[in-house]
């Protein structure tokens, strides 16, 4: 039996490797498995992703390597039993939004405020309350729809949420608001 061989694979996202008994082995890295035979020294590269695989996605961009800068975040990352917070942006204006996601009814966003104290955030840093389907006011206890961000209880009742429109394109989620340009990602 050989020493063990040590093999690294080193990716732009990440660096695999394995120690080798034998005369081949393989690791792995970014999705691809790298098998090779010490003997002949030679390495080669098995189950390629397929061209759906590795390709560019759009919202990372495609020629110049740049994100959409409406891109949120992947549907399956919006919760549904709390929310996710990012930033619209509109020149040097930020607004601070939340979404939620409804199972069979897609993705909403509002400004992140509740309209009966404007500075007191319905996300304040670890998602909104939910209970049966309603946002609720850490605060104060007002009710909020999901969809339209009606108010039904508590001090605030009748008003509602500013609504911030997002929209799905292939699985992604991306702010649609004519008001900003931009978002930052979720934080
Ligand atoms: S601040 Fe939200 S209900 Fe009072």
Redesign the pocket.
Known sequence: MRDSIRVSVESDSEEASVHVHDDAGEVATDGVTFRFSIDGADVTEADTPSDEDTSTRAHEGSDDGERDPRYIAPVTEIPTDSTLRCTAVDGNRTTEIILRRERDAGVFAWRNS?P??PN?PLDPGDGAIIDDDRIV?H????RFECGDGFCTA???RGDALDEIDVEVRDSDVYLSDERFAACNLPY
Request: aromatic residues 0%; charged residues 10%.
């Open positions: 509740c009966h104290k007191v006011c605060a104060h206890g007002a508590g001090p605030c």
